[in-house]
């Protein structure tokens, strides 16, 4: 039993970090690869932290987002006047920036050795070890995050996301400034994305680089993808459906080698037809251009 609740619990993580892409490529139309990098540094923040300083894990998952926040502000400034493809490549460099940094900066991170012992959450004292413990608390995360994204997308704020996505050219001569809206929007996502890192680091209490690779950012793309973009509704299916199906590979008794490259054909394989059939995902607003 213990395992299905496993299973949710991550499901849970990749839909905070689904829904945290969706306002960004869904609602904003901005196509960004490097989505992980944030997740990195929400998640080695809150474990350096709680390791090193000995601080909660509930201060360091906030630092960590609020860090992860002000670097989507950072690396994305520069980007965010490219379009199309060019700001695609340049988001997938941020991916490669911060998986090159967690790698080779081994006097903080440990390098590809990771960081063992991250203590979990407690809670009025009570330490959380039960893995149910976590599954209500991944939930109410994803709560809180669906909730503050649909009052974000649904207000004014969001309209002019989704009028950014449709023609930015329009919302300049509205005398929008768009660059600010992306920027804004950016640091929104990445403020969730490493809520998701600090979560998952301290459920796991072991985090290496290999967590935050480039495929990790095409994995939670693919997500949102297949259950379709600019709707959060279908950032949280892509997300249950991408991580509860390949899991169901473990019962076929293949290695664990074999299975996990069956996964990354499996992921390819949907994407494919995807593309071809519906491009929009399975309930999606939005296709991909």
């Known amino acids: 039993m213990d395992y299905f609740i496993h299973v949710l619990v991550i499901v849970g993580i990749y839909a905070i970090l689904s829904m945290s892409l969706d306002i960004i490529v869904g609602y904003t139309g901005i196509p960004a690869l490097g989505h992980a990098a944030f997740s990195l540094i ?38 965010i006047r490219l379009k199309g493809d060019y700001l695609a490549l340049a988001t ?25 012992g991250i203590p979990g959450f407690s809670l009025f004292g009570y330490e959380l070890k039960e893995v149910w413990q976590y599954l209500l608390l991944i939930l109410f995360f994803v709560a809180i995050t669906y909730i503050f994204l649909s009052l974000l997308v649904n207000r004014p704020f969001g309209r002019v996301l989704k009028g950014i996505r449709e023609d930015e050219i329009a919302i300049q001569a ?27 680091a301290h459920y796991i209490t072991f985090i290496d680089p290999s967590s935050f690779t480039l495929m990790e ?15 959060l509704k279908g950032a949280l299916l892509g997300a249950f459906l991408l991580v509860a199906i390949p899991e169901a590979l473990r019962f076929l008794g293949l290695p664990s080698s074999v299975a996990a490259q069956l996964r990354q054909m499996l992921y390819g394989f949907i994407l494919v037809i995807l593309m071809l059939y519906r491009p929009q995902g399975l309930i999606g607003q939005y296709k991909w251009r």
């Open 42 to 79: 929400g998640a080695y923040t809150s474990a350096l932290l709680s390791l090193r300083l000995g601080l909660s894990p509930w201060i360091g998952m906030f630092a960590g987002a609020f860090l992860a926040s002000i670097a989507g502000a950072i690396f994305t400034y520069p980007a």
């Open 92 to 116: 997938f460099g941020l991916g490669i920036i911060a998986y090159v940094i967690a790698k080779n900066w081994v006097s903080l991170t440990k390098g590809p050795m990771g960081l063992p």
């Open 174 to 200: 509205l005398g929008k400034d768009i660059s600010i809206f992306k920027l804004k929007v950016f640091m929104v996502g990445a403020f969730f994305a490493g809520i998701a890192g600090a979560l998952y």
């Open 217 to 231: 950012s095409i994995t939670i793309l693919v997500m949102l993808i297949f259950g379709g973009m600019g709707t």
